[in-house]
Protein backbone atom coordinates (compact mmCIF):
# COMPACT_ATOMS: atom_id res chain seq x y z
CA UNK A 1 0.00 0.00 0.00
CA UNK A 2 3.23 2.40 0.82
CA UNK A 3 3.98 1.49 -2.77
CA UNK A 4 1.25 2.74 -4.20
CA UNK A 5 0.66 6.14 -2.57
CA UNK A 6 4.03 6.78 -3.01
CA UNK A 7 3.35 6.11 -6.88
CA UNK A 8 0.39 7.86 -6.86
CA UNK A 9 2.13 11.32 -5.55
CA UNK A 10 4.49 10.84 -8.12
CA UNK A 11 1.96 10.55 -11.04
CA UNK A 12 -0.10 13.70 -9.56
CA UNK A 13 3.47 15.56 -8.98
CA UNK A 14 4.75 14.63 -12.88
CA UNK A 15 1.40 15.53 -14.04
CA UNK A 16 0.40 18.77 -12.78
CA UNK A 17 4.56 19.73 -13.42
CA UNK A 18 4.58 18.61 -17.13
CA UNK A 19 0.93 19.08 -18.04
CA UNK A 20 0.18 22.18 -16.16
CA UNK A 21 2.79 24.24 -14.61
CA UNK A 22 5.47 23.78 -17.63
CA UNK A 23 2.66 24.37 -20.48
CA UNK A 24 1.57 27.60 -18.73
CA UNK A 25 5.30 29.16 -17.83
CA UNK A 26 6.47 28.38 -21.64
CA UNK A 27 3.26 29.91 -23.51
CA UNK A 28 3.80 32.73 -20.90
CA UNK A 29 6.93 33.18 -22.18
CA UNK A 30 6.34 32.80 -25.79
CA UNK A 31 3.32 35.38 -25.55
CA UNK A 32 6.06 37.90 -23.91
CA UNK A 33 9.28 36.87 -25.76
CA UNK A 34 7.78 36.22 -29.20
CA UNK A 35 4.14 37.34 -29.51
CA UNK A 36 3.88 37.65 -33.31
CA UNK A 37 5.78 34.02 -33.73
CA UNK A 38 3.49 32.37 -30.53
CA UNK A 39 0.44 33.56 -32.09
CA UNK A 40 1.57 32.15 -35.67
CA UNK A 41 3.48 34.12 -37.63
CA UNK A 42 -0.39 35.28 -38.83
CA UNK A 43 0.29 37.97 -42.13
CA UNK A 44 -2.55 40.95 -42.61
CA UNK A 45 -3.34 42.81 -45.92
CA UNK A 46 -3.60 46.50 -46.16
CA UNK A 47 -7.14 46.02 -44.76
CA UNK A 48 -6.09 44.66 -41.40
CA UNK A 49 -7.46 40.94 -42.45
CA UNK A 50 -5.77 38.12 -41.84
CA UNK A 51 -4.66 36.08 -45.15
CA UNK A 52 -2.86 33.23 -43.94
CA UNK A 53 1.07 32.56 -41.93
CA UNK A 54 4.17 33.30 -42.96
CA UNK A 55 4.97 29.50 -42.25
CA UNK A 56 2.29 28.26 -44.43
CA UNK A 57 1.90 28.02 -47.95
CA UNK A 58 -1.23 28.17 -49.67
CA UNK A 59 -2.33 27.61 -53.04
CA UNK A 60 -2.37 30.65 -55.71
CA UNK A 61 -4.02 29.90 -59.37
CA UNK A 62 -4.21 33.00 -60.68
CA UNK A 63 -1.65 33.58 -63.67
CA UNK A 64 -0.88 37.17 -61.53
CA UNK A 65 0.71 35.61 -58.83
CA UNK A 66 3.60 33.64 -58.12
CA UNK A 67 2.89 29.62 -57.50
CA UNK A 68 4.47 27.72 -54.48
CA UNK A 69 5.20 23.82 -54.51
CA UNK A 70 2.64 21.60 -55.12
CA UNK A 71 0.48 19.75 -52.13
CA UNK A 72 0.21 16.81 -50.69
CA UNK A 73 -1.37 18.07 -47.91
CA UNK A 74 -4.96 17.32 -47.75
CA UNK A 75 -7.23 15.75 -50.59
CA UNK A 76 -6.95 19.37 -52.61
CA UNK A 77 -3.33 20.14 -51.19
CA UNK A 78 -2.51 23.01 -48.60
CA UNK A 79 -4.60 21.93 -45.78
CA UNK A 80 -2.99 23.00 -43.28
CA UNK A 81 -4.24 20.08 -40.93
CA UNK A 82 -3.37 17.61 -43.09
CA UNK A 83 0.78 18.56 -43.12
CA UNK A 84 2.17 15.32 -45.26
CA UNK A 85 4.01 14.24 -48.11
CA UNK A 86 2.39 12.11 -50.54
CA UNK A 87 4.80 9.03 -49.62
CA UNK A 88 4.81 8.04 -53.29
CA UNK A 89 8.47 6.57 -54.36
CA UNK A 90 10.15 7.64 -57.53
CA UNK A 91 8.72 4.82 -59.11
CA UNK A 92 5.52 5.32 -57.74
CA UNK A 93 3.20 5.74 -61.79
CA UNK A 94 0.63 8.32 -59.55
CA UNK A 95 3.53 10.33 -59.20
CA UNK A 96 5.19 10.22 -62.44
CA UNK A 97 2.27 11.27 -64.15
CA UNK A 98 1.26 14.25 -61.67
CA UNK A 99 4.63 15.23 -61.84
CA UNK A 100 4.10 14.76 -66.05
CA UNK A 101 1.26 16.74 -65.95
CA UNK A 102 2.41 19.66 -63.76
CA UNK A 103 5.23 19.95 -66.36
CA UNK A 104 2.69 20.33 -69.10
CA UNK A 105 0.11 22.94 -66.97
CA UNK A 106 3.38 24.79 -66.11
CA UNK A 107 5.03 25.15 -69.77
CA UNK A 108 1.18 25.78 -70.66
CA UNK A 109 1.14 29.06 -68.11
CA UNK A 110 4.36 29.84 -68.61
CA UNK A 111 5.65 29.48 -72.12
CA UNK A 112 7.82 32.34 -72.17
CA UNK A 113 10.25 31.27 -69.70
CA UNK A 114 13.39 30.51 -70.73
CA UNK A 115 15.58 27.20 -69.43
CA UNK A 116 14.14 23.91 -67.65
CA UNK A 117 11.12 24.23 -65.09
CA UNK A 118 12.87 23.82 -61.30
CA UNK A 119 12.14 20.50 -59.65
CA UNK A 120 10.65 22.16 -56.49
CA UNK A 121 7.81 23.64 -59.03
CA UNK A 122 6.61 19.87 -59.57
CA UNK A 123 7.84 18.48 -56.34
CA UNK A 124 5.93 18.66 -53.07
CA UNK A 125 7.82 19.26 -49.95
CA UNK A 126 7.75 16.92 -47.17
CA UNK A 127 5.35 18.61 -44.88
CA UNK A 128 3.38 19.86 -48.57
CA UNK A 129 3.45 23.17 -46.81
CA UNK A 130 6.66 24.78 -47.51
CA UNK A 131 6.43 28.78 -48.12
CA UNK A 132 9.51 28.70 -49.54
CA UNK A 133 10.78 28.81 -53.30
CA UNK A 134 14.18 29.09 -54.59
CA UNK A 135 15.02 32.71 -56.66
CA UNK A 136 15.22 30.34 -59.62
CA UNK A 137 11.93 29.19 -59.15
CA UNK A 138 10.56 32.57 -58.74
CA UNK A 139 12.03 33.51 -61.76
CA UNK A 140 11.25 30.73 -64.11
CA UNK A 141 7.65 32.33 -63.17
CA UNK A 142 8.37 35.72 -63.73
CA UNK A 143 7.21 35.93 -66.94
CA UNK A 144 3.84 35.06 -67.02
CA UNK A 145 3.36 37.15 -63.28
CA UNK A 146 4.90 40.33 -65.75
CA UNK A 147 2.12 39.25 -68.81
CA UNK A 148 -0.43 38.98 -66.33
CA UNK A 149 -0.35 42.33 -64.45
CA UNK A 150 1.59 44.22 -67.57
CA UNK A 151 5.13 44.63 -65.76
CA UNK A 152 8.46 44.18 -66.90
CA UNK A 153 10.79 41.36 -66.24
CA UNK A 154 12.76 43.28 -64.99
CA UNK A 155 10.38 44.82 -62.06
CA UNK A 156 9.71 41.66 -60.88
CA UNK A 157 13.78 40.78 -60.99
CA UNK A 158 14.06 43.65 -58.79
CA UNK A 159 10.95 42.14 -56.29
CA UNK A 160 12.27 38.49 -56.29
CA UNK A 161 15.96 40.13 -55.13
CA UNK A 162 14.48 42.07 -52.57
CA UNK A 163 12.45 39.47 -51.06
CA UNK A 164 15.38 36.66 -51.47
CA UNK A 165 16.23 35.61 -48.18
CA UNK A 166 19.57 34.08 -47.52
CA UNK A 167 20.30 31.20 -45.64
CA UNK A 168 19.40 31.14 -41.94
CA UNK A 169 22.33 32.32 -39.19
CA UNK A 170 24.36 32.92 -42.90
CA UNK A 171 25.17 28.72 -43.29
CA UNK A 172 21.73 26.81 -42.56
CA UNK A 173 19.90 26.32 -45.73
CA UNK A 174 19.60 27.99 -49.16
CA UNK A 175 18.65 31.66 -50.24
CA UNK A 176 14.44 31.71 -50.62
CA UNK A 177 11.50 33.39 -51.52
CA UNK A 178 8.27 33.80 -49.70
CA UNK A 179 5.47 33.16 -51.71
CA UNK A 180 2.58 34.79 -49.50
CA UNK A 181 4.70 37.87 -48.70
CA UNK A 182 5.89 38.65 -52.14
CA UNK A 183 2.83 38.06 -53.48
CA UNK A 184 0.91 40.64 -51.15
CA UNK A 185 4.28 43.28 -52.08
CA UNK A 186 2.91 42.32 -55.40
CA UNK A 187 -0.64 43.61 -54.87
CA UNK A 188 0.65 46.51 -52.80
CA UNK A 189 2.75 47.85 -55.39
CA UNK A 190 1.56 46.62 -59.32
CA UNK A 191 -1.91 46.44 -57.86
CA UNK A 192 -3.92 44.54 -60.99
CA UNK A 193 -5.84 46.29 -63.54
Given at each position: ?59 F ?6 Q ?11 D ?16 Q ?97
Amino acid sequence: MKTMIIAIRTTIVTLVLTGLIYPFVMTGLAQVLFPWRANGSLVTDDRGQVVGSELIAQGFSNPAYFQPRPSAAGEKGYDATASSGSNLGPTSKKLQDRINDDLKRLKSENPEAAGTIPAELVTTSASGLDPHLSPDSAHAQAPRVAKARGLSAGQLDTLIDEFTEGPSLGLLGEPRVNVLMMNLALDQRYPRK
